[in-house]
């Protein structure tokens, strides 16, 4: 199952404690000690791979490396080793405890969540023309530690859209390589799935009824989805007793979670269109023309039909070059 938010612990590296040393050879005295290193860092960097961070889910703290502690002859500690965190393309990150955000957008993206602790000076630090043989020296600092919690939102240039059984998945398989399950009932997908069209990256975004907004449902999990989608491809099964209802519903449902989803632009389909009679097709598609007037009926055995929502596609890639 794909886990799209999760909370874990970060802890980036503290610094090595500086050292008192004095130099050992036969007329060269003075402080040696040197000074710590500099605590790891804690990163986190975007992959194409939508499951990242389904692998976080054993392991709560995430913690870099400690610098190493100053050496004797001038030799300070080594550095820390930096913590790179992998997750998907598309994730917010969320710190618990400043309260601040940061998206990340593209593919190899790195982001600085945490701060490594600076080392500590060694004695060599404090010699003076009053004080040649110093015994002091100074603690490293500890590295930043934050609660993060990492949000998934998908970046697609199509989102496709509908209650439950409307035909998304069987859509999205028969366009891309996608392997989307397909089944006659309800809530058969239960994360969402991406599919690739040339240059252009189709989301099934299921999970969307009636109450989704309000926490009904698996919906509210997958609202967010559709935010950062270009283009909604709305699809209203031509099985459905209320189309216009139907219609209504998930609009309502996408305004009541963030009204700037209805002013993307969307094209309305009518899926399935071959389970049912052609007078009842041009019924349908006489009642929703209000609402939509680019509704337009479908079938994926219908090479035709398809053939329009791939012209469509086609469009949108070009727009996506130009």
């Known amino acids: 199952m794909l886990i799209d938010d999760i909370t874990i612990r970060v802890v980036a590296g503290n610094g090595g404690d500086g050292m008192v040393a004095f130099n050992k050879n036969m007329m060269s005295l003075g402080p040696t000690g040197a000074s710590g290193g500099t605590g790891g860092q804690v990163y986190v960097e975007s992959i194409s791979d939508l499951g990242a961070l389904t692998r976080l889910r054993n392991a709560k703290v995430f913690k870099a490396g400690n610098g190493g502690t100053g050496g004797r002859q001038y030799n300070d500690g080594s550095d820390g080793e930096d913590l790179v965190i992998n997750v998907p393309v598309g994730t917010v990150i969320h710190n618990l405890d400043t309260k601040e955000h940061k998206e990340i957008t593209k593919i190899g993206e790195r982001v600085l969540i945490a ?20 015994k002091q020296s100074q603690k490293g600092e500890p590295g930043e530690k934050f609660r993060i919690r990492l949000e998934l939102k998908l970046i697609a240039d199509v989102g496709l859209i509908g209650l439950p059984n409307a035909g998304k998945s069987s859509l999205l398989n028969e366009l891309t390589r996608a392997k989307s399950p397909v089944a006659n009932y309800a809530f058969t997908t239960l994360e969402p799935y991406l599919g690739v069209y040339y240059d252009l990256i189709l989301a099934d975004v299921p999970g969307i009824i009636e109450g989704a907004s309000g926490g009904k449902g698996l919906g509210i999990k997958f609202l967010r989805h559709v935010e950062r989608t270009n283009t909604l491809f709305h699809l209203i099964s031509a099985e459905s007793l209320d189309p216009v209802k139907d219609y209504q519903v998930i609009r309502k449902e996408l305004g009541d979670y963030n009204p700037a989803l209805l002013e993307k632009k969307e094209h309305l389909f009518i ?33 035709e039909s398809l053939d329009t929502v791939k012209k469509i596609l086609n469009k949108l890639a070009d727009e996506k070059i130009a």
Do not use: C, W
């Open 271 to 303: 899926s399935k269109s071959d389970m049912v009679s052609p007078e009842q097709i041009r019924t349908m598609v006489k009642e929703l023309k209000p609402l939509n007037a680019t509704v337009t009926p479908i079938s994926i055995h219908d090479m």
């Open 115 to 134: 701060n490594g602790g600076r080392g500590g000076k060694g004695n060599f630090h404090y010699r003076s023309s009053t004080n040649t043989s110093p």
